[in-house]
């Protein structure tokens, strides 16, 4: 069994419950944690029985630009439930950051994780 990470993807969304959220919209971090049997690919050394991580960022990127949601814990939510659907995966974690929160504090991010288990676990 292995883990694939693709760690810190950066979009522009238009994620949160404020107007000005929905109008200027913010920057979002993505990390993706994808646990597969690596035996099935690194035997032949081929592509097409990995987990192409090519396209698990454009999965991510067309649901954090395209979509629009309220909560943040909605779209980490509907993120995994689109790999799981898409890959033949074990098990898919997503992290999900958000940079500029409307709260009266000084922090770094309000972080969001959700993990889905895969078809083949």
Do not use: W
């Amino acid at each position: 069994m292995g883990i694939l990470t693709i760690k810190n993807l950066v979009f522009y969304g238009y994620h949160g419950v404020q107007d000005y959220e929905k109008e200027l919209g913010g920057r979002f971090e993505v990390d993706i944690r994808i646990r597969y049997p690596f035996s099935r690919c690194a035997s032949e050394d081929t592509l097409h029985k990995a987990v192409d991580y090519q396209k698990v960022y454009i999965v991510v990127k067309e649901m954090v630009t395209h979509h629009k949601y309220h909560l943040i814990e909605t779209l980490a939510d509907h993120l995994a439930d689109a790999l799981v659907d898409q890959f033949d995966v074990d098990e898919i974690t997503v992290v999900l950051r958000k940079k500029k929160v409307p709260i009266d504090a000084v922090l770094d991010y309000v972080e969001v994780e959700v993990t889905r288990a895969g078809k083949t676990s």
